[in-house]
């Protein structure tokens, strides 16, 4: 059974930060591309940040310098380190894992930023 699970949501200031962090089990998880997706309320879900099998990262634009994802395949683990957080991150934070055989969600973790 693959599980995806996210944790290290809340509720912080404006220009705090956070890191979320995405374990998953019942994939292998070192050849699976890993990403962070993000949906506000009211909004669709858009891509944040990814990261190959390699350790090769890609931002979007609109995240960089302030968003960082990285993985520990020791630990099965994605995470998304976000600094300087504005009110308009607020929203729920997804994890993907990305195979050419699949791709898995976890359940997401709320990321409230108040102003």
């Known amino acids: 059974q693959v599980r995806l699970v996210e944790s290290g949501g809340g509720l912080v200031q404006a220009g705090g930060s956070l890191k979320l962090s995405c374990v998953a089990s019942?994939?292998?998880?070192?050849?699976?591309?890993m990403s962070w997706y993000r949906q506000p309320p009211g909004k669709q879900r858009e891509l944040v940040a990814r990261?190959?099998?390699?350790?090769?990262?890609s931002v979007v634009d609109s995240f960089k310098g302030r968003f960082t994802i990285s993985r520990d395949n020791a630990k099965n683990t994605v995470y998304l380190s976000m600094n300087n957080l504005k009110p308009e991150d607020t929203a729920v934070y997804y994890c993907?894992?990305?195979?050419?055989?699949?791709?898995?969600w976890g359940q997401g973790t709320q990321v409230t930023v108040s102003s």
């Open positions: 990261i190959s099998t390699g350790g090769s990262t």
């Open positions: 019942g994939i292998n998880f070192a050849i699976n591309r």
């Open positions: 993907n894992s990305y195979i050419h055989t699949g791709e898995f």
